[in-house]
Structure formats: structure tokens, C-alpha cells
């Protein structure tokens, strides 16, 4: 691990010294140069893919992206296609009538399989209704269409309520924002 004294501009004092200035060159020249190690195994990082940048699934996720160090991507508003940076994943939706939004399925079929690492896993937050199977139709739509390019999907999935109307009209509340936060910083653990 490195360590560097901060810099007193007035003084020019470095490490308690007082210093001239070719030494204080040479020490800018060298703190500029150095840099941390590029050591992907031990930082997560984590991506949140939200077909819009409105909605409850988006109230969410951005919650999530606020209190996190994770990043969201509103796939109406950007294209991402490198995705080697990340190492976990979260495809993120709303269920209506048991299917996932149609800009989340035409972004993964966008991707390519060698756009994302190896080692990343992918895993699926939904909001919905919470009414019958609706849910796991869902799942089983974002699994098969990753299976299909050679990917996979883990089994470990969130969802929470998401209403319109009379039908879970409180949710997505705070409650339901700490669960999904939780669950998303325990995907780094």
C-alpha cells in the first residue's frame, strides 16, 4: 500500500522537510506518474441495468445507485456494450402480464458475450404486482434469452412490490428501497 504526505504549497514542505524546488519537481513528477495497482479481484463492481430512467423499478435502482457504490445505467439513455469492467451485474425491471420490459430484452440481445467478463454474474431485481407466478415467468424469460447468447443467470433474484392504482399503491417504500440495497450489497460480499 502507498502512502503520500500531503503537499503544504506554502511551505513547500514535504514529509515535515522543507524542500527546494528541483526537489519538489522531481516529487511532483513522481506522485503524478505512480499509479494504484489495477487489482480487479478485489474490487466489485457492480452494474444496475434499468430499461428507464422512470418508473418504480427506476425510483428504486436509483435509491440503490445513491446510497451505494454502484452504478445504474438507464438503457433508454445509453448503450453500453464494453461491460468488462463489471463483475456483477443487475438486470433490473418491471413484470407486466409475466414478461419483463421490452427494452431490457432488446439490450440483451444486443450484448455480446464477449463484451462482459468471464467471471461476472448476472443477477435479475424485479418490481411487480406480486400477483400469481408472474415473477417466475418473468425469470424464466431473462434466463432463457441469457442461455440462448451463452450466458447465465443467477438463482438468487429480488423483487419487490410495485404498484399502480389500488393495487400495492404504497410500494416501492422505504422499506422495500433498504431490502433491494441490502441485497445488492450483499451481491459484493
Not at 500500500?1 to 519538489?24: A, D, H, K, W
Not at 425510483?59 to 457504490?69: E, H, I, L, P, T
Not at 410500494?171 to 422495500?176: G, I, Q, R, S, T
Amino acid at each position: 500500500m502507498l502512502c503520500f504526505s500531503v503537499l503544504n504549497r506554502t511551505e513547500n514542505v514535504i514529509l515535515g522537510q522543507p524542500v527546494t524546488s528541483r526537489y519538489l519537481a522531481w516529487y511532483l513528477i513522481l506522485i503524478t506518474n505512480l499509479r494504484m495497482p489495477d487489482d480487479k479481484e478485489n474490487t466489485m463492481s457492480t452494474l444496475l441495468a434499468c430499461p428507464k430512467n422512470k418508473g418504480n423499478t427506476f425510483d428504486v435502482c436509483s435509491y440503490v445507485a445513491d446510497n451505494s457504490g454502484v452504478e445504474l445505467l438507464a438503457i433508454s439513455q445509453n448503450r453500453v456494450n464494453d461491460l468488462k469492467d463489471y463483475t456483477s451485474i443487475v438486470l433490473c425491471s418491471g413484470v407486466q402480464g409475466g414478461k419483463v420490459q421490452k427494452g431490457l430484452l432488446r439490450w440483451l440481445n444486443s450484448i455480446q458475450r464477449t463484451s462482459i467478463d468471464e467471471n461476472a454474474k448476472i443477477y435479475l431485481f424485479l418490481t411487480w404486482f406480486g400477483i400469481g407466478q408472474s415473477d417466475k415467468s418473468a425469470v424464466n424469460e431473462v434466463k432463457n434469452t441469457l442461455e440462448e447468447k451463452k450466458m447465465s443467470l443467477e438463482n438468487d433474484y429480488m423483487t419487490c412490490y410495485g404498484g399502480k392504482g389500488i393495487i400495492r399503491f404504497s410500494h416501492p417504500n422505504k422499506e422495500d428501497f433498504e431490502t433491494v440495497l441490502n441485497w445488492v450489497n450483499s451481491l459484493s460480499q
